[in-house]
């Protein structure tokens, strides 16, 4: 009965732990694209749809991200302040710095 109990408590942890593991495996990824020395790094980034991107303003100066649809754009960002956006639907979103606009960058979305 013990061996019962035992096997049984084993094949609950492995169940619980498999379960456990699709919802992480399922759960978007974030990805991260640094402003700095006027420019987006990396330039193009690739992510797939509902990975939400975070741009960090490591600049000294300010600098916005919007996309040349306008699909989003954020609030000027000093030193340290970040931007985040998270894309629904693939396609390829070319954006730019509005402050500086010969600074640009790509998002990919599969």
């Given amino acids: ?8 408590g084993i094949l609950s942890l492995v169940v619980i732990g498999g379960m456990h593991f ?32 975070t741009w960090t303003n490591r600049d000294d ?9 306008k699909s989003f754009k954020s609030k000027v960002l000093d030193t340290g302040e970040t931007f985040a956006f998270t894309p629904t ?3 390829t ?10 600074m640009t960058g790509k998002l990919v979305v599969e």
Avoid at 24 to 52: C, L, M, Y
Avoid at 93 to 102: I, M, T
Wanted: one cysteine or more; hydrophobic letters at 45%; a positive charge.
């Fill in 1 to 8: 009965m013990k061996k019962i109990a035992i096997v049984s």
């Fill in 22 to 53: 699709a919802v992480a495996a399922a759960a978007p990824k974030a990805a991260e694209v640094n402003i700095d020395n006027f420019s987006f790094s990396p330039a193009t980034i690739t992510v797939k749809a509902g990975t939400t991107v």
């Fill in 61 to 69: 100066i300010p600098h916005t991200v919007v996309a040349d649809d």
């Fill in 89 to 91: 639907k693939p396609g």
């Fill in 93 to 102: 979103y070319p954006y730019f710095c509005s402050v500086h606009p010969r």
